[in-house]
Nanobody
Framework: QVQLVESGGGLVQAGGTLRLLCTAT?????NAWYRQVPGKQRELVAT???????RYADSVKGRFTISRDNAKHLLYLQMNSLKSEDTAVYYC?????????WGRGTQVTVSS
């Protein structure tokens, strides 16, 4: 059974850093991070392609870094220079042949 679990969220002041971790079971490698603010659509934050290239939302470019350890089925999101606008629930994402998988999210709150 596939399961994704996020961790590493918390409360941090503006300008601070957090590192999120997604652990996966069920032989799947998550490859993207999303975030969602209550009442708004879930937003793609960062992806890591099969070839190892990374892509980021414009709002986080230069501040966030996505990385992975496929052998251990781990996905990371390093978040630097955090802003109040980064406050959201962050979710990791993975895709099987047909089915997509989501974690339950970890809360990131950035105070001014």
């Amino acid at each position: 059974q596939v399961q994704l679990v996020e961790s590493g969220g918390g409360l941090v002041q503006a300008g601070g850093t957090l590192r999120l971790l997604c652990t996966a079971t069920g032989n799947i490698n998550p490859n993207a991070w999303y975030r969602q603010v209550p009442g708004k659509q879930r937003e793609l934050v960062a992806t890591l392609t099969d070839g190892g290239s990374t892509r980021y939302a414009d709002s986080v470019k230069g501040r966030f870094t996505i990385s992975r350890d496929n052998a251990k089925h781990l996905l990371y999101l390093q978040m630097n220079s955090l802003k109040s606008e980064d406050t959201a629930v962050y979710y990791c994402y993975g895709r099987g042949q047909i089915t997509t998988y989501w974690g339950r999210g970890t809360q990131v709150t950035v105070s001014s």
